[in-house]
């Protein structure tokens, strides 16, 4: 079992940046891949970047490639999300997952979501 909390969110402009970061316990942190989600009101649920369980190999929706930057710190079992260039279509509540297999294959562990804002 593993269980993750996600912190970070909040309210931010337009063109500014953000850090989220999820904090997992339970089996081996380095033994998953960890990934992101966001969904924005009355949408569903849509990837949003992934990283290897060693951290070796990442992946990014399209929408996100070059702005924001999944990494993990296997020391301290947390993965981060590090969002820059904010748009106002980036806000949504953003959700950890853990055991991930692909963007269509979301893991089965989800943390309770952190929500993020931004106005123009």
């Known amino acids: 079992q593993v269980q993750l909390v996600e912190s970070g969110g909040g309210l931010v402009q337009a063109g500014g940046s953000q850090r989220l970061s999820c904090a997992a316990s339970?089996?081996?942190?380095?033994?998953?891949?960890m990934a992101w989600y966001r969904q924005a009101p009355g949408k569903g649920r849509v990837f949003v970047a992934a990283?290897?369980?060693?951290?070796?190999?990442?992946w990014y929706a399209d929408s996100v490639k070059g702005r924001f930057t999944i990494s993990m710190d296997n020391a301290k079992n947390t993965v981060y999300l590090q969002m820059n260039s904010l748009k106002p279509g980036d806000t949504a509540i953003y959700y950890c997952n853990a055991d991930w297999r692909a963007r269509y294959i979301p893991g089965a562990y989800w943390g309770q979501g952190t929500q993020v804002t931004v106005s123009a």
């Open positions: 339970g089996r081996t942190f380095s033994s998953y891949a």
């Open positions: 990283i290897s369980g060693g951290g070796g190999t990442t």
